[in-house]
């Protein structure tokens, strides 16, 4: 199984909106709706933002916002704001109990 | 509110075993519903499944670490571990305990971390 594709980066200024992209394939982007996104500040575990494509856990600013076309994920983070500058990652189940993850995209706030 | 606490050696010989332990508190290991694994971050890289446990007991690897991985349960003491052998310098990273939610698929509890490096 192949890493998701990501862009290595992505960036915005503040109150902007920025997506980020997460290409797969059928057989696990496309063939799934079992994509999450997660954010990740440095030295910090990641956190949970998107789950089933397009719902967001209790407490995540509905700012965040997930979607899905074919074998591509889309995180959107709308009204940009300095806390959201951090990591993002993808991730798909990929059938018979295996998940994989993508690269990561660094989000840079301007 | 459920916590989760990786433990085990920081350092590890090339060629050894890596053993790591996750303690699971707040929750019961045992709880239907869940997944337990571990993902592993190297320096300056991405998020890498590694392999996961069923509340049922059942496991589940990743293809590329498959031969390498023991992923097992101590429920008497709401910990599960995980042991990775012969490992290598590409190895070191930063490994993580979950916890997955098996209605939702995804990854809902996540430990600190503990970092893990590989080098005589």
């Known amino acids: 199984q192949s890493a998701l594709t990501q862009p290595p980066s992505a960036s915005g200024s503040p109150g902007q909106s920025v997506t980020i992209s997460c290409t797969g394939t059928?057989?696990?982007?496309?063939?799934?709706?079992?994509v999450s996104w997660y954010q990740q500040h440095p030295g910090k575990a990641p956190k949970l933002m998107i789950y089933d494509v397009t719902k967001r856990p209790s407490g995540v600013p509905d700012r965040f916002s997930g979607s899905k076309s074919g074998n591509t994920a889309s995180l959107t983070v709308s009204g940009l704001q300095a806390e959201d500058e951090a990591d993002y990652y993808c991730t798909s189940y990929a059938g018979s109990n295996n998940w994989v993850f993508g690269g990561g995209t660094k989000l840079t706030v301007l | 509110q459920l916590q989760l606490q990786e433990s085990g050696p920081g350092l590890v010989k090339p060629s050894e075993t890596l053993s790591l332990t996750c303690t699971v508190s707040?929750?019961?290991?045992?709880?239907?519903?869940?997944?337990w694994g571990w993902i592993r971050q190297s320096p300056g890289k991405g998020l890498e499944w590694i392999a996961s446990?069923?509340?049922?007991?059942?496991?589940y690897h990743n293809p590329s670490l498959k031969s390498r991985v023991t992923i097992s349960v101590d429920t008497s003491k709401n910990q599960f571990s995980l042991k990775l052998r012969s490992v290598t310098a590409t190895d070191t990273a930063v490994y993580y305990c979950a916890r997955r939610d098996c209605g939702t698929c995804s990854v809902d509890s996540w430990g600190q971390g503990t970092l893990v490096t590989v080098s005589s």
């Open positions: 059928s057989s696990d982007v496309g063939g799934y709706n079992y």
């Open positions: 707040g929750g019961s290991i045992s709880s239907s519903g869940y997944y």
């Open positions: 446990l069923s509340y049922s007991g059942s496991t």
